[in-house]
């Protein structure tokens, strides 16, 4: 499956950005869909995560109670939704997509993905 990330931007704190990543391919359902971002000079971290129905959802703390993440699939789409936007938010985010079991510390983990969208850039100003 090959992901395509879009809707970064410029925005400043306390703003809002949606991320969106869409898929190609007809089994897009049946994988889980992670978000993950790698701010500069630092590893790639966890944001969160969904299972292949949409109904389970895994954030990290730092996404806890400001980002959605959801999925669409009729349209072989995943979102991320961030609001409350940070300077610390700053970072090229990476949608992925894991075809195995749905765990929750598998699904943490950038190893257990198979498939990486490209990024998109998303900068918070103060």
């Known amino acids: 499956v090959q992901l395509q990330a879009s809707g970064g931007g410029l925005v400043q704190a306390g703003d809002s950005l949606s991320l969106s990543c869409a898929a190609s391919?007809?089994?897009?359902?049946?994988?889980?869909m992670g978000w993950f971002r790698q701010a500069p000079g630092k590893e790639r971290e966890f944001v969160a995560a969904v299972d292949r129905s949409g109904s389970s959802k895994i954030y990290a703390d730092s996404a806890k109670g400001r980002f959605t993440n959801s999925r669409d699939n009729a349209k072989n789409t995943v979102y991320l939704q961030m609001n409350s936007l940070k300077p610390e938010d700053t970072a090229v985010y990476y949608c992925?997509?894991?075809?195995?079991?749905?765990?929750?510390?598998?699904?943490?983990?950038?190893?257990?993905?198979?498939?990486w969208g490209q990024g998109t850039e998303v900068t918070v100003s103060s």
């Open positions: 391919g007809r089994s897009f359902s049946s994988y889980n």
């Open positions: 992925a997509a894991n075809s195995g079991g749905y765990y929750y510390t598998r699904v943490r983990q950038g190893d257990e993905y198979d498939y």
